[in-house]
């Protein structure tokens, strides 16, 4: 914010008077908040710090005790520095005792070395020092202004921490109370760097107060959070080269702000969504979403879940999608609509406790409308089979404490199916095991058999068709098995014969069980059944013929359902 000793030496008015460093060149970076001309010996007790003084020397003391006095008061009220105009007490050069004294405390002490009027040296610095005022004015405006949309527009974490990056030009990390990263912007820096050993490096920053600067660590910190709960730390790496006049080796008053400002706009975020996921589950989400959908670079991936206490490189991954087996009546179930949203949030709170009963580390989330889902970081291929054993068996515990209806068995009301995918040896690979926990979850929905978790050999024909539903080959299949008796059934639908081919397949072809279960009486069945016959050019007591009309209608169920 305000001009350094070396800069106000690059002045013009300044220069005109042949300016000479003599002592404390290590000073020359000091901040001047103000211009001070001065004749008496004791000017130190009218200042305040952060003065250039300016002086000819004629009220100095003229023995050298009292000039090593001088200085030493001038060092202590932590003035800028000195420059002494040579010519009316000093006519070559001040006396060495000032020098001496002046390089012992680092106090920059400068000869002018012709005759140069102090008023001009004055306006000059006091116009930079106004001038960076209003800089300062204009930047805390915008940090304020920028906070402000960034609420009512109710942005995301990532967003309020790349745009306080943008304003800083530092990097900002958000942290849980357990030392785990949220979220961050590394400002162009490495982010690899920037993370590594986090926690350790994070539970040694020990600022003061709600916010504050630890000047050993370099991290500006404050407290987020609201209404007396406080659930994070936002920090900022202040760069050291940069000064604060008014207190140095603190930040400029600016980046206090603008670490405050949006540690409330990210309090006042979380209040807004608190009937939504929690923070830790959003960036779940976020990147679970980034390996299934490519929107981020795999080492990205990696180093945020590292970051989150998630580690994933060197780890056998699992993906586990869970999802409920029926969906529940009513339009507000519905996929998207609220009480749908709700009922997905509960199974997905009710998967990451599971998670966490079961001892396993992972990343779990909602990967769409229907589905949570998860990455399981194990140590080793071993441990794959009894981890998701653990983690079928904590589920059901989680939700039978949830409420009596909250089963797992098949055809209970709000029960779920359990899939994985095949292990995987990589991150880059993690997407084909969610993928595949996806297909095997939705494929099991179909079929009948109650297991804890399901795999891809367990998925059964219907599965399988399943999985296959927008294989353009199986909807040739289904369209020429039964595509002549789906355009008489359009063309008469009073008369539907695609559910008599239905109930005497699923009869084992007996006809007198399949015309009671119609409620039709056996010639009427008949004749049902030579009809569909004649349009299918088919033999209904053929084995094969009706085997593959029966796969021909799984399939038809699939493609219909997917």
Not at 22 to 41: F, S
């Amino acid at each position: 914010m305000f001009p350094t000793v070396r800069e106000v030496l690059a002045l013009d008015p300044v220069r005109h008077g042949g300016p000479r460093v003599v002592a404390g060149t290590a000073g020359l970076d000091r901040p001047v908040r103000w211009v001070h001309a001065a004749e008496v010996p004791d000017i130190a007790s009218l200042l305040s710090g952060g003065e250039l003084v300016l002086t000819t020397g004629i009220g100095l003391p003229g023995d050298d005790p009292g000039l090593r006095a001088f200085i030493g008061e001038l060092a202590d009220v932590g003035v800028s520095g000195l420059v002494v105009e040579l010519g009316r007490r000093y006519p070559a050069a001040v006396p060495r005792a000032m020098v001496a004294a002046a390089e012992r405390r680092n106090l920059p002490l400068v000869e002018l070395c012709r005759v140069t009027p102090f008023v001009r040296i004055t306006e000059a610095v006091h116009g930079l020092i106004v001038d960076a005022q209003l800089t300062e004015l204009r930047a805390t405006e915008e940090i304020h202004q920028r906070f402000t949309e960034l609420s009512v527009e109710g942005a995301e974490p990532a967003e309020v921490l790349r745009q306080a990056a943008v304003l800083a030009g530092c990097p900002v990390i958000l942290e849980n109370l357990s030392r785990q990263v949220l979220a961050y912007d590394p400002a162009g820096e490495s982010a690899e760097l920037l993370l590594r050993g986090w926690e350790q490096h994070s539970r040694r920053i020990r600022p003061t107060g709600r916010t504050g600067y630890d000047p050993d660590a370099g991290w500006l910190c404050t407290t987020v959070g609201a209404r007396g709960q406080d659930w994070g730390r936002l920090l900022l790496r202040w760069p050291s080269g940069e000064l604060s006049a008014t207190a140095p080796g603190t930040p400029p008053t600016r980046l206090t702000i603008l670490i405050e400002r949006a540690a409330s706009t990210l309090a006042l975020g979380r209040l807004i969504r608190r009937d939504a996921e929690g923070l830790e589950r959003q960036i779940h989400r976020t990147l679970l979403t980034a390996l299934l959908d490519h929107t981020r670079p795999v080492d990205e991936v990696a180093l945020r879940a590292r970051a989150l206490g998630v580690p994933l490189d060197r780890r056998h991954l699992v993906g586990v999608v869970v999802r409920y087996r029926a969906d529940e009546a009513g339009a507000g179930a519905a996929a998207g609509g609220p009480a749908g949203q709700a009922r997905l949030r509960d199974l997905a709170e009710a998967v990451s406790q599971a998670l966490r009963d079961a001892d396993l580390s992972g990343l779990a989330s909602t990967v769409d409308d229907q589905a949570v889902g998860a990455v399981l970081a194990l140590r080793d291929a071993g441990e794959e089979e009894p981890a998701l054993a653990a983690f079928a068996a904590a589920l059901d515990r989680v939700r039978l404490d949830a409420g009596p209806t909250a089963g797992r068995a098949y055809g209970a009301p709000g029960a779920v199916i359990v899939a994985a995918g095949s292990g995987v040896g990589t991150v880059r690979e993690a997407r084909r095991s969610l993928i595949e926990a996806r297909q095997v979850a939705d494929a099991a929905r179909r079929g009948r058999r109650d297991l804890p978790v399901y795999r891809l050999p367990q998925v059964g024909l219907a599965g399988l068709l399943h999985l296959l539903r927008d294989e353009p080959r199986l909807q040739t299949f289904v369209e020429r098995e039964l595509g002549p008796l789906l355009t008489h059934d359009a063309e008469h639908p009073r008369e539907q014969l695609l559910g008599t081919l239905r109930g005497y397949l699923a009869s084992g072809r007996n006809k007198s069980a399949a015309a009671a279960a119609a409620h039709l009486s056996r010639p009427a069945f008949y004749e049902r059944l030579a009809r569909i016959s004649r349009i299918l050019r088919v033999d209904l007591d053929s084995v094969d013929d009706c085997l593959s009309l029966h796969v021909a209608l799984l399939a038809l169920d699939a493609v219909r359902d997917g």
